[in-house]
């Protein structure tokens, strides 16, 4: 596994969790109804850019690094609210590594298709 690639992938989960986060403060701002809605798309996207940039940057194996990539950036953000309260038990992390994984999965096939049209092979 090339941990730059991985890298990549988890500074975009990051960067598109916190965008997330700022779009949904500010149509809460501004009284919009439908940030739940919003919220879910962000959230379900996530995934799927950072698998897109996990594997558009992995020299081989881009389906596998854009999975991996996509899908680990999860993990921090869900086990952070454990450094600030002991007693949080994220119940269903199995399960939502799991879809992650799979929306992941579909960044990674769009991140190798692309890399393979920018490097002609």
């Known amino acids: 596994m090339n941990l730059k690639a991985l890298g990549y992938g ?10 997330m986060a700022f779009v949904g403060s500010l149509l809460v701002q501004f009284g919009v109804d439908a940030v739940g809605i919003v919220i879910n798309v962000l959230g379900y996207s996530v995934p799927v850019v950072a698998g897109y940039v996990a594997a ?3 020299p ?7 999975i991996v990539g996509g899908s680990i950036g999860i993990v921090p ?14 119940s269903g992390m199995p399960v939502i590594l799991l879809w992650f994984a799979v929306f992941a999965a579909l960044g990674a096939v769009l991140g190798d298709h692309v890399a393979k049209k920018r490097t002609g092979g």
């Open 10 to 19: 988890l500074v975009a989960f990051v960067a598109a969790y916190a965008f």
């Open 77 to 90: 953000v869900t086990l952070a609210p454990m450094l600030l309260d002991p007693a949080y038990k994220p």
């Open 56 to 58: 558009s940057k992995a």
């Open 60 to 66: 081989q194996w881009r389906i596998a690094h854009g």
